[in-house]
């Protein structure tokens, strides 16, 4: 088991990086606006449709070892697809495929938290590394042990809302078989991408990952931003496992790490991200968006997307 803290002295320090980001949707669900958007502003404003997302990140020091990573890695095809009426559910082959890639190139999966919907899937990826919060394991062992030692199967609801025991149990196996590594804190954990700790927000230990471009930074920020209208508006979600006045001054660092341009940031379902940045939907009915291209990358717009577009 490694724990990481603070800068990683394998990466030397002011690297010139660049990353070919994609936000890729795996999958859709039919959902209320005040879950994502919160109560007040987004009350009884209806269904909205959103994706579930990870994000794929392909890139590294410019002219060193290419890194093909993920930012989450979704869900399996079992029984979440009934509890909550998911659709079109796609493999991470089927969906790696359509910009280039396979399940077998990710070397290294960020798990922004353990929500069943982020690393739920984390064994479709065979060679990828796990990177997770010391504070984000922990958290969630003692949540499932105290479920399990305080509360009725109704009262237990909750805590499991969405958050599967199985998997506390499969990354355990992970830490012990060396798959999965702590963080502790801040980190840089690839040349250009920097885990920061975002403690007690969306849960125990979330993490957002500042990924640093020849084009600017971007910021891959898991659940601990659902929708851009969390920062814009300063208002927190309807659901959140953790404490909404972090994320509220959260939302302000982020504000201030991207000089309030809040593209850049990449939330964790907001369907808003495909009118922001190129994107197309695929034969499946899911979305790619490009959010950013490396310095000589190619598009992976079709073509006959890249006519309507045009």
């Avoid at 979704?74 to 009426?85: E, I, S």
């Avoid at 399990?148 to 990354?171: C, G, H, I, R, T």
């Avoid at 593209?263 to 964790?268: D, L, M, T, V």
């Amino acid at each position: 088991m490694t724990q990481l803290g603070g800068n990683n002295p394998s990466i030397p320090a002011g690297l010139k990086t660049d990353y070919s980001i994609w936000s890729l949707e795996f999958c859709h669900a039919d959902m209320p606006h005040d879950f994502f958007g919160g109560a007040g502003l987004f009350s009884n404003k209806g269904i909205v449709r959103i994706p579930m997302l990870y994000t794929l990140l392909v890139g590294g020091e410019v002219g060193g070892k290419q890194h093909v990573a993920l930012v989450d890695c979704g869900f399996r095809n079992d029984y979440w697809l009934d509890r909550y009426a998911f659709s079109n559910w796609e493999s991470p082959k089927d969906v790696l495929a359509r910009v280039g890639f396979t399940p077998e190139d990710v070397d290294v999966i960020l798990v922004s938290h353990m929500h069943f919907d982020h690393m739920g899937n984390f064994e479709a990826f065979p060679n990828a590394q796990l990177y997770v919060q010391f504070e984000e394991y922990v958290g969630w062992s003692m949540a499932v042990n105290n479920a399990n030692q305080m509360m009725s199967e109704e009262e237990k609801a909750w805590v499991f809302s969405s958050f599967d025991p199985q998997d506390l149990a499969k990354a355990a196996k992970g830490i012990a078989d060396g798959r999965i590594r702590f963080v502790e804190g801040d980190a840089e954990l690839l040349p250009g991408v920097t885990a920061r700790l975002a403690k007690d927000s969306h849960t125990f230990g979330s993490q957002w990952f500042k990924i640093e471009t020849q084009n600017g930074p971007y910021v891959a920020a898991g659940d601990t931003v659902y929708w851009y209208s969390n920062i814009e508006k300063m208002w927190a979600p309807g659901y959140g496992q953790g404490n909404s006045f972090n994320l509220i001054n959260l939302y302000r660092t982020l504000q201030q790490e991207l000089k309030r341009e809040t593209s850049r940031i990449i939330p964790g379902h907001d369907p808003e991200i495909a009118l922001r940045h190129t994107s197309w939907l695929t034969d499946s009915g899911n979305s790619i968006t490009e959010v950013n291209l490396r310095e000589n990358d190619r598009s992976r717009l079709p073509d006959h997307a890249a006519r309507l577009l045009g």
